[in-house]
C-alpha cells in the first residue's frame, strides 16, 4: 500500500479531503514561514529610526536602509516627527506585502523582495556590508516563499479539479 508521504502510516492516505487539506495547510505554513520576513523588516525598520531618534549609535541589521535614510535627514523638532510618520508608513508598506504574500499573492512578494533589492543598494551606497549581507539573506530567505506559492496553487487546482471543496474556499 503506498503512502501519502502525509500519514505516517494513519488513514489519512485513504481520505482524499483529508491529503488535499493536509497539502494546502503544509504549503501555507510554509509561506508564513517564509513571508514572516517581510514582518520583520517592518518592525526593526521602526525600531531602527526610534533608536536613531533617541541619538543611538546602532542599529538593527534587519531593517531598511531608506527608513535610517529619512530619519537621519529628517532634521529637528517636526522633521524628525514627519521622519518617523514616513518611516512608519514604509514599514507599513512591508508588513503588507508580508500579509498578501502569507495570503498567495505571487505578485506582492515579488514587488517586496525587488524594493528590498532596491533598498540593499541604498546601503551599498552608504557601505554598509554587514546590513547588505544581512539584506541578501533574508531576501534568500523570502525566496523560498515562492515555491510554497506554487505547491498552494497545484494543491488547491487538484483539489477543485478532483471535485474537492465546491464553492468552499480553501487558501
Do not use: C
Amino acid at each position: 500500500m503506498a503512502s501519502s508521504g502525509f500519514s505516517g502510516g494513519t488513514p489519512l492516505g485513504s481520505d482524499p479531503q483529508a491529503v488535499f487539506r493536509a497539502r494546502i495547510a503544509l504549503a501555507q505554513a510554509k509561506i508564513k514561514r517564509s513571508a514572516n520576513w517581510f514582518d520583520w523588516i517592518a518592525a526593526f525598520s521602526v525600531v531602527n529610526s526610534v533608536i536613531l531618534l533617541a541619538n543611538g549609535g546602532w542599529h538593527f541589521l534587519l531593517g531598511l536602509g531608506i527608513t535610517n535614510v529619512i530619519t537621519a535627514r529628517s532634521g529637528a523638532g517636526q522633521g524628525r516627527m514627519i521622519g518617523l510618520i514616513i518611516t512608519v508608513i514604509v514599514a507599513a508598506f512591508f508588513w503588507g506585502m508580508g500579509h498578501l504574500t502569507k495570503k498567495g499573492q505571487m505578485w506582492a512578494l515579488i514587488l517586496g523582495m525587488v524594493l528590498y533589492v532596491l533598498d540593499a543598494g541604498i546601503l551599498v551606497l552608504f557601505q554598509d556590508w554587514l546590513s547588505v549581507a544581512f539584506h541578501a539573506y533574508a531576501l534568500f530567505m523570502l525566496s523560498r516563499t515562492s515555491p510554497a506559492i506554487k505547491e498552494l496553487e497545484a494543491a488547491q487546482q487538484q483539489a477543485e479539479a478532483s471535485g474537492m471543496f465546491p464553492n468552499q474556499p480553501i487558501g
